[in-house]
Nanobody, 120 residues
Framework: QVQLVESGGGLVQPGGSLRLSCAASRTVFGIYDMNWYRQPLGKQREVAAQITRGGDAIVADSVKGRFTISADTDENTVILQMDNLKPEDTAVYYC??????????????WGQGTLVTVSA
């Protein structure tokens, strides 16, 4: 089973940038769907961005044009580059790996979460 280790969260002013990293313990690209979720305090968890096992990269409408998801295949790391951050982006961000549903015995995996706070 793969393990995920997140880093990069912190406090940033509105309009600033942060780079989140999700380092996987082994190869994930082409095997797992890789997702970045976020959960604002007191609200439901939502998808911010994902890279499918087929290689497609997408972002949610709420962050389109500001967030970019990418894969560093050499380091088995998923990157979420966040630019022009807004207070409403404040949330705990979680990395998530979803195995192919036709492969039995493989479980969905979550990182520990990293807090992003956007405030003046």
């Amino acid at each position: 089973q793969v393990q995920l280790v997140e880093s990069g969260g912190g406090l940033v002013q509105p309009g600033g940038s942060l780079r989140l990293s999700c380092a996987a313990s082994r190869t994930v690209f082409g095997i797992y769907d890789m997702n970045w979720y976020r959960q604002p305090l007191g609200k439901q968890r939502e998808v911010a961005a994902q890279i499918t096992r087929g290689g497609d990269a997408i972002v949610a409408d709420s962050v389109k044009g500001r967030f970019t998801i990418s894969a560093d295949t050499d380091e088995n790391t998923v990157i979420l580059q966040m630019d022009n951050l807004k207070p409403e982006d404040t949330a705990v961000y979680y990395c998530n790996a979803v195995p192919p549903p036709w492969i039995h015995g493989m479980q969905e995996v979550w990182g520990q979460g990293t807090l992003v706070t956007v405030s003046a």
